[in-house]
Nanobody, 127 residues
Framework: QVQVVESGGGLVQAGGSLRLSCTTS????????MGWFRQAPGKEREGVSC????????YYADSVRGRFTISRDNAKNTLYLQMNSLKPEATAMYYC????????????????????WGQGTQVTVSS
């Protein structure tokens, strides 16, 4: 049984930083592309970032590029999202996802492309 578990969310002031983590079990972590999505109340789930199976390729949403950094440690089966210079509009539930193809590709931000999802971790940025 595949499990995807996020952690690291919380309340932070605008301009602050948070680091999210995601661990998996039940799948070969190093074979999967991994990604972060977020969903704010009343809005659709949107892709934040994607990293290929070996970390060689990364993609970011325009709204976070230059402030967020995705990384992975395949030896620890762990995905990270370092979020700096946070803005109130970043407030959302953040989800970790795994994609069996191993690559991000141009359609990485389509939620239907992903195979496994975590339950989410809440990030709240106060102004």
């Amino acid at each position: 049984q595949v499990q995807v578990v996020e952690s690291g969310g919380g309340l932070v002031q605008a301009g602050g930083s948070l680091r999210l983590s995601c661990t998996t079990s039940g799948l070969t972590f190093g074979d999967y592309a991994m990604g972060w999505f977020r969903q704010a109340p009343g809005k659709e789930r949107e892709g934040v970032s994607c990293i290929s199976w070996n970390g060689g390729t990364t993609y970011y949403a325009d709204s976070v590029r230059g402030r967020f950094t995705i990384s992975r440690d395949n030896a620890k089966n762990t995905l990270y999202l370092q979020m700096n210079s946070l803005k109130p509009e970043a407030t959302a539930m953040y989800y970790c996802a795994a994609k069996s193809s191993g690559y991000c590709s141009g359609s990485w931000n389509r939620a239907t492309r992903w195979n496994y999802w975590g339950q989410g971790t809440q990030v709240t940025v106060s102004s």
